[in-house]
């Protein structure tokens, strides 16, 4: 059964810093992974989506790695601002396609002006 | 282009009553996807449905149903509600079911269960 972590729970930084967010997962068998960001009551905001075949993704000032051999993907956000503040879910998709998805419980990002 | 909908936003039910949420996917995707959202806790898979059929469904009771259209809109249904049954419910919907392509997710319905 695909298990998926994210490190840390919580996180709080100033505005301006670079700043790496962790996921991992137990099984590498993956189709592709996505990163959402979801605020507080609302629902999910897709940021990247890196299938398995890649590397990396890059979006603005996000930028999402994927190491399928060790189970590890990184989410790096560069110089944050407050409106990033925000939990962060990592999600991993098997080859049997996205109803067997699997989530991580998120990052909660807080970012001070 | 609209985004997906979801619909009602909030939704405040009485223990054993029934509740019955909407989702208006994307237009152009046939699949639609329910999700479970408990506080404190991960997103749990519910249902797939896919050309109007449940193609899968998750660890969950059989009082939670559902259904696609042939608009592919979707319902789902929460029958004999219980407490625990408070969440956010998120719907999602993606161009296909095989996961090539990225699902959208709507703003969710937060049921709330007295």
């Known amino acids: 059964k695909q298990e998926v972590t994210q490190i840390p729970a919580a996180l709080s930084v100033p505005e301006g810093e670079n700043l790496v967010l962790n996921c991992s997962f137990t099984?590498?068998?993956?189709?592709?992974l996505q990163w959402f960001r979801q605020d507080p009551g609302k629902g999910l905001t897709s940021l990247l989506l890196?299938?398995?075949?890649?590397r990396e993704q890059t979006s603005g000032r996000l930028n999402a790695s994927l190491d399928k051999s060790s189970g590890r993907s990184t989410l790096y956000i560069a110089a944050s601002q407050p409106g990033d503040s925000a939990t962060y879910l990592c999600?991993?998709?098997?080859?049997?396609?996205?109803?067997?998805?699997?989530f991580g419980i998120g990052t909660k990002l807080q970012v001070i002006p | 282009e609209a985004g997906v909908t979801q619909s009602p936003t909030h939704l405040i039910k009485t223990r054993g009553q029934q509740a019955t949420l909407r989702c208006s996917p994307i237009?152009?995707?046939?699949?639609v996807y329910w999700y479970q959202q408990a506080l404190g806790l991960g997103l749990q898979f519910l249902l797939w449905?896919?050309?109007?059929?449940?193609?899968n469904r998750g660890n969950f009771p059989p009082r939670f149903s559902g259904r696609q259209f042939p608009n592919y809109s979707s319902e789902l249904n929460v029958n004999a509600l219980e407490l625990e049954d408070s969440a956010l419910y998120l719907c999602?919907?993606?161009?296909?079911?095989?996961?090539?392509?990225?699902?959208?997710f709507g703003q969710g319905t937060r049921l709330t269960v007295v």
């Open positions: 099984d590498s068998a993956i189709y592709n």
């Open positions: 237009s152009g995707h046939t699949s």
């Open positions: 999600a991993v998709s098997p080859w049997s396609g996205y109803q067997k998805v699997t």
């Open positions: 449905y896919d050309e109007g059929e449940e193609r």
């Open positions: 890196i299938q398995s075949s890649q």
């Open positions: 999602a919907s993606s161009y296909d079911g095989q996961g090539a392509t990225e699902a959208f």
